[in-house]
């Protein structure tokens, strides 16, 4: 009886066949696994962004309720209960974090539009600018907020805007808004920065009311000697009460820090009249968040 001869290649073809088999797999578990680690990735992104995002928006809420809270101590029937007006700092924690609130009336501040030459170059003396560059930039000031179109000495009118390549003129009326003031023709970012928060637009005053004045606005004021600056800063931190300062003209500068334990954090800066009676009112006159 004959037998059918087995063909001598057909364990390699069975071997081969095996080995395809064997790779097709190891690639498809490696696929597989790059799909894994990329879609784990991916959820890992997107949920720390959804953290982040609701972070920060309980931290906007959270810098929103430390100012209705400043309006309700403003507000307070009882003098004594009220919180300082003259930028003391309060805190406190929270289940959700911590907020930083400091009230200010706002002629403590430097009203752009009405003080005069010796107080703007004093806050910019403040400041660190340089004898030449603060005079300069005093004039330039001066010069965008009146409504002549004569330059003050050392000051920029229309034609030294367009020499400076500025697509826009001297004004030649009152700031809008202290963050107007970074068009001035030789305001720096960096200077701006540094002396944004002694500046207001509101409260109509030339002169500022020394009780409710920072220390680098009281430096800044002309006439104002050490020795009577430093008793004046002196008795407000012993006192630390508003009772003991003047009612202050109802408009005041609310700044808020708030914290989160995530490192989220939101500030917020709002420019509030006040308006006593049974029902107070509030008006919001700027809002800034994050500045």
């Given at each position: ?7 001598a290649?057909?364990p390699s073809?069975?071997?081969t066949?095996?080995?395809?088999a ?6 498809v ?26 972070d920060?928006t309980?931290?906007?809420?959270l810098a929103?309720a430390?100012v ?21 700092e ?8 911590v ?18 030459a010796e ?6 003396r ?9 005079r300069?930039?005093t004039a330039a ?70 009780q ?17 600056r ?14 003991v ?16 334990p ?17 029902v ?12």
């Amino acid at each position: 009886m004959l037998r059918r001869k087995r063909s001598a290649g057909w364990p390699s073809a069975r071997r081969t066949e095996r080995g395809i088999a064997l790779i097709m797999v190891l690639w498809v578990i490696t696929l597989l696994t790059v799909m894994a680690t990329t879609y784990g990735y991916s959820t890992r992104t997107e949920t720390a962004a959804v953290r982040n995002r609701l972070d920060a928006t309980k931290a906007r809420y959270l810098a929103e309720a430390g100012v209705q809270r400043a309006l309700y101590a403003l507000t307070e029937p009882a003098p004594e209960s009220r919180w300082p007006i003259d930028g003391t700092e309060k805190s406190w924690s929270t289940a959700d974090g911590v907020v930083h609130v400091s009230v200010r009336d706002v002629t403590g501040l430097i009203n752009i539009n009405g003080a005069g030459a010796e107080l703007l170059g004093g806050i910019l003396r403040v400041i660190g600018l340089e004898t030449e560059r603060r005079r300069t930039l005093t004039a330039a000031i001066l010069d965008w907020r009146d409504p002549d179109s004569l330059r003050v000495a050392g000051g920029a009118e229309d034609m030294d805007y367009a020499a400076a390549l500025r697509s826009y003129d001297a004004k030649d009326a009152p700031f809008h808004n202290v963050d107007e003031l970074q068009l001035v023709l030789g305001m720096t970012a960096a200077t701006f920065q540094k002396v944004e928060p002694y500046l207001t637009v509101h409260g109509g005053h030339t002169e500022v009311n020394p009780q409710f004045a920072p220390r680098e606005v009281l430096l800044a004021m002309p006439g104002l000697d050490a020795q009577r600056r430093d008793s004046m800063l002196a008795y407000r931190s012993n006192t630390g009460t508003a009772g003991v300062l003047s009612p202050g003209t109802g408009t005041f500068r609310v700044a808020v820090q708030a914290e989160l334990p995530s490192g989220a954090r939101h500030s917020l800066r709002a420019v509030i009249q006040v308006r006593s009676g049974p029902v107070p009112q509030f008006t919001v006159l700027s809002w800034k968040e994050n500045g």
